[in-house]
C-alpha cells in the first residue's frame, strides 16, 4: 500500500503534463511530418526518409551546381556547394518538410517540391541563398510564397560575393 500513493501520485502528474502538452504545446506546433536526410543528391536535392519510406525532395526556389560527376562534366562550385551544405547538416539530419500551392506538388522529375525546415526552425532553402550556395530558381514560372524573399536574400550574397557570386569564381554562372 505504500508504494499505490506516490504511484498515484506519477499518475496524475503524467496526466497534466499530457493535458499541458494537448492543449498548450501540439495546436502551436508545425503541421508536417518530420523526416531525416538520408543522402545529400546535391545541395537542392535531397533524399529524406519518413521512418517507411525514401523520398526524392526537390527544394522549392532554389538552384545549386549539380555534382554531376567525371563522365559528364563539372558545374563551378558543385562540390563546394555540397560541402557547405552538408555542414548545415552535420549535427542534426532531422527536418521538417512544407508544401507551397502556387508550387505544385512535384517537379518535372517527379520529385517533391518542398521547403525545408531545420531542428533550429530556420529555413533550409534560404540558408543555401544566405550563404551563397545556390541561386533563387522559379522554373514553372510559379508564384511561389517566399519568391520576393528569396530573391532579396540573393540580392545580399550577389552584393557580398558569396560563394557561386565570387566574381573570381563562377560570377553566379554554373
Not at 499518475?11 to 499541458?20: C, E, N, P, Q
Not at 511530418?33 to 517507411?52: F, T
Not at 525514401?54 to 563546394?80: F, M, N, R, S, W
Request: negative net charge; contains cysteine; glycine residues 8%.
Amino acid at each position: 500500500m505504500k508504494f499505490l500513493r506516490p504511484l498515484l501520485t506519477i499518475l496524475v502528474m503524467a496526466g497534466i503534463i499530457f493535458v499541458i502538452y494537448q492543449v498548450f504545446i501540439l495546436p502551436f506546433m508545425p503541421k508536417v511530418a518530420p523526416y531525416r536526410v538520408a543522402h545529400m543528391i546535391d545541395a537542392d536535392s535531397l533524399l529524406v526518409y519518413d521512418g517507411k519510406a525514401l523520398k526524392k525532395v526537390q527544394l522549392i526556389g532554389v538552384d545549386a551546381p549539380e555534382l554531376t560527376g567525371p563522365q559528364k562534366g563539372h558545374q563551378c562550385y558543385d562540390k563546394e556547394a555540397l560541402a557547405e551544405a552538408s555542414k548545415i547538416f552535420a549535427k542534426d539530419r532531422g527536418i521538417w518538410l512544407e508544401e507551397d500551392t502556387a508550387s505544385g506538388d512535384k517537379d518535372i522529375h517527379g520529385r517533391d517540391l518542398r521547403y525545408v525546415k531545420l531542428p533550429d526552425g530556420k529555413l533550409y532553402n534560404k540558408e543555401l541563398l544566405q550563404q551563397g550556395i545556390a541561386k533563387e530558381s522559379n522554373p514553372q514560372d510559379a508564384k511561389y510564397k517566399l519568391r520576393d524573399d528569396f530573391l532579396n536574400t540573393q540580392k545580399d550574397a550577389t552584393d557580398k560575393e558569396l560563394g557561386i557570386w565570387d566574381e573570381q569564381g563562377c560570377a553566379g554562372i554554373f
